[in-house]
T-cell receptor, first 112, second 114 residues
Framework: DQQVKQNSPSLSVQEGRISILNCDYT??????FLWYKKYPAEGPTFLISISSIKDKNEDGRFTVFLNKSAKHLSLHIVPSQPGDSAVYFCAASETGANNLFFGTGTRLTVIP | DTAVSQTPKYLVTQMGNDKSIKCEQN?????MYWYKQDSKKFLKIMFS???????INETVPNRFSPKSPDKAHLNLHINSLELGDSAVYFC?????????????FGNGTRLTVT
């Protein structure tokens, strides 16, 4: 039973344009959400997070939006750069729990 | 100066063998984890250790056993390897064990059981 879902396995975007990666979750107890970026043959690296008390968090070119009523979050990358090409994982957790639930990832390709 | 390091990077072995994967973190984190990424790219937690105590064991077969000699190390021992154990195994650590601190991952160990 997958509690975090990324329904788009891949996304291609032109350099300079916006990349929007989407994530849905089913567990209403989740209150902390993260995005990880993964290059081939490397482990996932933390990118940005958001607590459920917020609906937006921004860090440079990366912004995460949270819609709790829809149980949906998205990662916006503006402007997209070729170095952003990687697999992006959405993850969610419940405060007090000791587990992160991951989606299956979206492969982003930024075309120069 | 790698934060979370795991060895070996690749491991090829035959069914029935026993193998170990080592993990070390130099971040001073309190909690360490093992995650498994299967063929469908699904990352799922196997174990976590906080100050040498097992916190989670997510329906993992008892052929898998984590061993933590100190809070900077969490090794994974696998007995009687099966074909279905083939996957990429990631070690990770975090500052707290509450799930609100980002995990820092190692680069993974690709295990292939033939």
């Amino acid at each position: 039973d997958q509690q975090v879902k990324q329904n788009s396995p891949s996304l291609s975007v032109q350099e300079g344009r916006i990349s929007i990666l989407n994530c849905d979750y089913t567990n209403s107890m989740f209150d902390y959400f993260l995005w990880y970026k993964k290059y081939p043959a490397e482990g996932p690296t933390f990118l940005i997070s958001i607590s459920s008390i917020k609906d937006k968090n921004e860090d440079g070119r990366f912004t995460v939006f949270l819609n709790k009523s829809a149980k949906h979050l998205s990662l916006h990358i503006v402007p997209s750069q070729p170095g952003d090409s990687a697999v992006y994982f959405c993850a969610a957790s419940e405060t007090g729990a000791n587990n992160l639930f991951f989606g299956t990832g979206t492969r982003l390709t930024v075309i120069p | 100066d790698t934060a979370v390091s795991q060895t070996p990077k690749y491991l090829v072995t035959q069914m029935g063998n026993d193998k170990s994967i080592k993990c070390e973190q130099n971040l001073g984190h309190d909690t360490m984890y093992w995650y498994k990424q299967d063929s469908k790219k699904f990352l799922k937690i196997m174990f976590s250790y906080n100050n040498k105590e097992l916190i989670i064991n997510e329906t993992v077969p008892n052929r898998f056993s984590p061993k933590s000699p100190d809070k900077a190390h969490l090794n994974l021992h696998i007995n009687s390897l099966e074909l279905g154990d083939s996957a990429v195994y990631f070690c990770a650590s975090s500052q707290t064990g509450t799930g609100v601190s980002p995990l820092h991952f190692g680069n993974g160990t690709r295990l292939t059981v033939t």
